[in-house]
C-alpha cells in the first residue's frame, strides 16, 4: 500500500483542477463558435435572398424563353405593379417572381405602388386609372426605345401575375410592329372558332395569350400585309390553281408558311411545298412502340434536330401525333434554300406499301425550308415549315405532350422572334413554396432550435462537472 503525503494529494487536485478548466474553456469556445456562426447564419437567411431550383425541368426559374428575352433588354423597363398594402400576401408572391426578373438583368426595375396611399405617385408614373378595377391589381409597364435616334416611351397595363404575363408584357411594350397570325380558310381545314375536339380554338387562344392577333384569310385576294405568318390548318379539299399562284408569289416576296396537312387529304398542298423543297407523303406512318393508347397510328415523336424550333427538345418530351405521315425535304436547284427535318418518328417507325409490305423508318414527320435573298436595298426571307398531321393543334391533342410548344414555337421561328422560342411549362408543374421573411424566419428558428437546445445542454452538463 502506497502513503502519499496530504502536500503530494493537493498538488495532483490542483492538476486535475487546471486540466479540467483547460479542457472546460475549450468546450466553451466551440460552443460559442457554433452559436455564433448559427446567428450570422440566421442573420444572412433574413438580410439575404438566395434560392437554388432543384426540380427536374427547372420550374421554379425563369424560363429559357424569359431570360433569352431579358438578355436581349437594351433599355430601362420599369415595372409598377399597383397593389394595396393590405394585399400583403399577393404583393410578396409577386415581389417574388418579379425580384427573379430583376436579378437577370440590370434593366428591369421594380417599384410597388398602393393606389389607395399613393395617388400622386399613381399621377407621376403616368397611370390612367380612369375605368380600372385598381383593388384588383393591375401592374404598369414603361418601356423606352430607340426610334430614329430619339427614345421614345411607351407604356401598356396588365393584370396577369405569372411568368408568361409578365415576358409577354415586357415583349409586347413598345412592339413596333403588330404580330398577326392568319388562318386560311376555304379548303375545309380545322376551324380556329371551333370548341369541338376537332377544332383549334384553344391553339388561337393559346396565340393570343402570347400577344398575337388572329385573322382569317382569304385567298380569293392577296394576303394582307399586316399577316406575319399563314397557318394552312389541314386542307381536305383542292386548293384552286389560282390561289396557289397568289400563295407563291406571297412566299417569294418574303412570306411565312406553316402548312399542315393529315395522311389521305384531297388537298394539293404539295404543289406549292414542292416548290421550296418540301413534301408531305400522304402514307400514314407507324409506330408499335413510341404512340399512344397503344395504338400505332398514334405516333410520339421524340427524335429532334438541331434547328431552333426543336433545339431545347428531347426524348423526355415527345410530339404526339393522331395519324401522321412522312415530310421529305430536298434540294430544289436553288443554291440559296435551305431544308431540315425538325421531328423524326423513331428507329421503329414504318410505313406499309401498297402490296403490304413494311418500309422501315426512320422518318421525317415535320420539315422546314428557309431562302434568303436580297430584293433592292433589303434583304427578304422566305420560311416555311411542313408537318403531315394537324391533329396536334387541335383542341383533343394541344395538352399532349411537347405540342403546344411545338406550334408556338413554329410560329415565332416563322415570324423571326427566336426571342419566343422556349419550352413553356405546365403551371402543375411548379410545385415552389413561397415563404415571407415572418415565415422564413421562424421555419430557421425551428430548424435550428434543437441544435441549440443540444448545445444549451453540453454547456450546463460541462458546468455541473466542473463544479463537483
Known amino acids: 500500500m502506497i502513503i502519499r ?3 503530494e494529494l493537493e498538488a495532483w487536485a490542483a492538476v486535475d483542477i487546471q486540466r479540467l478548466a483547460k479542457k472546460g474553456a475549450s468546450s466553451l469556445v466551440y460552443v460559442l463558435i457554433v452559436l455564433a456562426i448559427a446567428v450570422l447564419a440566421m442573420a444572412a437567411s433574413i438580410t439575404f435572398h438566395k434560392s437554388w431550383d432543384l426540380s427536374d425541368t427547372s420550374a421554379n426559374s425563369l424560363s429559357p424563353q424569359t431570360m433569352a428575352v431579358l438578355e436581349s433588354l437594351e433599355q430601362d423597363v420599369h415595372i409598377y405593379p399597383l397593389l394595396p398594402k393590405r394585399r400583403k400576401l399577393q404583393r410578396e408572391q409577386f415581389w417574388d417572381l418579379l425580384r427573379k426578373y430583376r436579378d437577370g438583368s440590370r434593366h428591369i426595375k421594380v417599384e410597388f405602388i398602393d393606389p389607395i396611399r399613393q395617388p400622386g405617385r399613381m399621377a407621376e408614373v403616368g397611370v390612367d386609372a380612369r375605368g380600372q378595377d385598381l383593388s384588383r391589381g393591375l401592374t404598369l409597364i414603361k418601356r423606352t426605345r430607340m426610334v430614329d435616334g430619339s427614345p421614345v416611351e411607351y407604356k401598356q397595363t396588365f393584370r396577369g401575375q405569372e411568368e408568361g404575363d409578365v415576358t409577354n408584357a415586357v415583349l409586347e411594350v413598345g412592339r413596333t410592329r403588330d404580330r398577326v397570325v392568319g388562318f386560311a380558310r376555304g379548303y375545309g381545314e380545322r376551324d380556329p372558332e371551333s370548341s369541338a375536339s376537332g377544332g ?11 400577344y398575337y392577333t388572329v ?6 385576294r392577296d394576303v394582307p400585309g399586316t399577316v406575319t405568318v399563314l397557318v394552312l390548318g389541314g386542307p381536305l379539299q383542292t386548293i384552286p390553281q389560282s390561289h396557289l399562284d397568289r400563295l407563291q408569289n406571297w412566299l417569294q416576296d418574303g412570306g411565312r408558311l406553316l402548312a399542315l396537312q393529315d395522311p389521305d387529304s384531297g388537298s394539293n398542298l404539295n404543289d406549292l411545298l414542292q416548290r421550296w423543297g418540301l413534301r408531305i407523303s400522304g402514307i400514314t406512318v407507324l409506330d408499335p412502340r413510341d404512340n399512344i393508347n397503344g395504338s400505332p397510328i398514334f405516333v410520339k415523336a421524340d427524335t429532334y434536330s438541331d434547328h431552333p424550333v426543336v433545339g431545347d427538345f428531347n ?7 393522331a395519324r401522321v405521315s412522312a415530310v421529305d425535304h430536298f434540294e430544289t436547284g436553288e443554291g440559296l434554300l435551305y431544308h431540315q427535318e425538325l421531328i423524326t418518328a423513331g428507329q421503329l417507325a414504318y410505313t406499309m406499301s401498297e ?11 415535320a420539315a422546314a425550308s428557309w431562302l434568303r435573298r436580297e430584293q433592292g436595298e433589303y434583304e427578304i426571307e422566305t420560311r416555311l415549315v411542313a408537318v403531315g398531321d394537324s391533329d396536334f ?4 391533342y394541344l395538352a399532349q405532350n411537347a405540342n403546344r410548344n ?3 414555337n413554329t410560329l415565332a421561328w416563322l415570324g423571326r422572334e427566336e426571342e419566343l422560342i422556349s419550352i413553356r411549362r405546365d403551371p402543375m408543374a411548379e410545385q415552389a413554396i413561397t415563404l415571407g421573411p415572418a415565415v422564413r424566419t421562424e421555419v430557421l428558428w425551428i430548424v435550428l432550435s434543437p441544435a441549440i437546445l443540444v448545445l444549451v445542454i453540453g454547456v450546463v452538463v460541462l458546468s455541473r462537472r466542473r463544479g463537483r
Request: aromatic letters at 8%; glycine letters at 6%; hydrophobic letters at 40%.
Open 5 to 7: 503525503k496530504r502536500e
Open 200 to 210: 383549334i380554338k384553344k391553339a388561337t387562344q393559346a396565340l393570343v395569350g402570347e
Open 215 to 220: 385573322v382569317d384569310v382569304d385567298l380569293e
Open 315 to 321: 426524348k423526355r418530351l415527345p410530339t404526339a401525333f
Open 355 to 365: 402490296d403490304g409490305r413494311r418500309e422501315p423508318g426512320p422518318y421525317p414527320v
Open 393 to 396: 393543334i387541335s383542341n383533343a
Open 406 to 408: 411545338f406550334f408556338l
